[in-house]
T-cell receptor, first 116, second 114 residues
């Protein structure tokens, strides 16, 4: 149990377009989901914390108007990269925390975004 | 701010060799410490954790002890297998036992040869 999926697993888009990445908890409910970004040979950097039914909390330096997060249900959070540019190319990873069980985060497999 | 430093990889070992991956941390409070593992093509999985000083986390033959005096949480395994090949991440959280707001090290890639 405790599986988190991401879709798509990889995407290539043109500069200036928007891309939506989905994060789903498949067999549990997640009040809280996290979005991370990972550059090659770098740490996972927390971008934002997403709580179901409320606005996401963004980390310092992350543009909330560029990285739109929607957590509309207890099993789905989406990250939309708006007006993407080549510098947005990265590996985006989500995680989900079980509702009512403050503890373990379960991670998705990640989405590789390449902006040309 | 809080940070995690772990040894650079990649680490290449022969099967049954002893493994140590060093991890040190900087934190203002009393963090919980974690090791995550990422197998090829999969998401990060919690390998083990420790929530207070001198705690030892263990799982699948891996161990790590929370050393407050040296601010370290080194990962060890006595005899690695080919199936242990993966990327290992050390992480901390200042939210007690909860894993909110994890801060990760850069990851260490381990390759085990038969």
């Amino acid at each position: 149990g405790a599986v988190v999926s991401q879709h798509p697993s990889w995407v290539i888009c043109k500069s200036g377009t928007s891309v939506k990445i989905e994060c789903r908890s498949l067999d549990f409910q997640a009040t809280t989901m996290f979005w991370y970004r990972q550059f090659p040979k770098q740490s996972l950097m927390l971008m934002a914390t997403s709580n179901e039914g409320s606005k996401a909390t963004y980390e310092q330096g992350v543009e909330k108007d560029k990285f739109l997060i929607n957590h509309a249900s207890l099993t789905l959070s989406t990250l939309t990269v708006t007006s993407a540019h080549p510098e947005d190319s990265s590996f985006y990873i989500c995680s989900a925390m079980r509702t009512g069980l403050a503890g373990e985060q379960y991670f998705g497999p990640g989405t590789r975004l390449t902006v040309t | 701010g809080d940070s995690v430093t772990q040894m650079e990889g990649p680490v290449t070992l022969s099967e049954e060799a002893f493994l140590t991956i060093n991890c040190t941390y900087t934190a203002t409070g009393y963090p919980s410490l974690f090791w995550y593992v990422q197998y090829p093509g999969e998401g990060l999985q919690l390998l083990l954790k420790a929530t207070k000083a001198d705690d030892k986390g263990s799982n699948k033959g891996f161990e790590a002890t929370y050393r407050k005096e040296t601010t370290s949480f080194h990962l060890e395994k006595g005899s690695v297998q080919v199936s242990d090949s993966a990327v290992y991440f050390c992480a901390l959280s200042d939210y007690g036992g909860s894993q909110g707001n994890l801060i990760f090290g850069k990851g260490t890639k381990l390759s085990v040869k038969p």
